[in-house]
């Protein structure tokens, strides 16, 4: 369960945004869909503590992560929360190893504990990484690269993963692939995932309910859970494109995902 109610306030020059938007699910895949610029990031920074709202509150599974009225304010490492950053932000000079074992090292301690390595060489195996661990991300494909990613966001056994726009750094033939991945991953880590996207198909393909940012605000909710048809969630969506035909759509998912089925 994932409950958000903050207002907060960004500036850069004279220019200044303001965010203000308040959303709460139990569904295990959310998603916030809206332009760029809406304030998407902020919000996902805001619940990982790496931005202080003014007013209101963050709620994860129960636990109050910050609350302006109370005073709570948890760190970002007492947060409990994975994060994939967008374009994956890997350690260039570290191996796939080394980087995903990050998150469990601090300052002081460097070297991993034998049962912080035996996890870091599980997500290892899972993630399919175990021939190139030590190699460094600038010479692993782009899926390659979500998966450490991933594997990163997921060492310190978060209880929610958050992830901006996972699918960003990829190009369209991969984005089919990695999303049916994506959502295996979630489904077996057994938490619940908010992702960030301005893509329509990643919200139609793996999310269970959608909000939809505008100016900084959410302005609607969508139940995708309702087995309504896709062009019905399309409209609820804001999407004003056109209804693809059924021709059209065969060869796109053709193109992104091989063979359809039937
Ligand atoms: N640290 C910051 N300081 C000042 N302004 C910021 C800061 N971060 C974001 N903004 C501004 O706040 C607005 C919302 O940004 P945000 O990154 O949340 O949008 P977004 O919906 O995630 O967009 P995108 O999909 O392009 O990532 C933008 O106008 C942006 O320029």
Do not use: C
């Amino acid at each position: 369960m994932i409950d958000v109610d903050i207002e907060l306030t960004v500036r850069d020059g004279a220019r200044r945004f303001d965010l203000g938007v308040r959303f709460a699910t139990e569904a295990p895949f959310a998603a916030l869909y809206g332009p760029s610029g809406s304030g998407k990031s902020l919000t996902l920074q805001a619940i990982a503590g790496l931005l202080k709202p003014r007013a209101g509150h963050v709620r994860l599974d129960g636990r109050t992560l910050f609350d302006a009225a109370r005073g709570i304010d948890l760190a970002p490492r007492e947060r409990g929360v994975g994060y994939l950053f967008q374009h994956y932000a890997l350690f260039p000079h570290l191996s796939v190893r080394q980087n995903i074992g990050f998150g469990l090292t601090t300052w002081r301690r460097r070297r991993l504990t034998p049962a912080q390595q035996a996890r870091v060489d599980s997500l290892i195996e899972r993630f399919g990484l175990s021939a190139m661990a030590d190699s460094r991300p600038g010479v692993l494909s782009g899926g390659q690269q979500q998966r450490v990613a991933l594997a990163r966001a997921l060492v310190r056994e978060p209880s929610a993963l958050l992830l901006d726009e996972p699918f960003a750094a990829l190009n369209p033939m991969l984005r089919g692939a990695l999303r049916r991945e994506l959502a295996e991953v979630v489904r077996q880590a057994r938490i619940p995932a908010l992702m960030i996207t301005h893509d329509i198909d990643d919200v139609l393909e793996l999310a269970d309910v959608a909000f939809v940012y505008q100016d900084g605000q959410v302005v609607r909710d969508v139940d995708l859970r309702k087995g309504e048809s896709r062009d019905h969630a399309r409209r609820a969506l804001g999407d004003e494109r056109p209804v693809e035909s059924p021709m059209r759509q065969k060869l796109r998912h053709l193109l992104n995902d091989g063979p359809a089925a039937g």
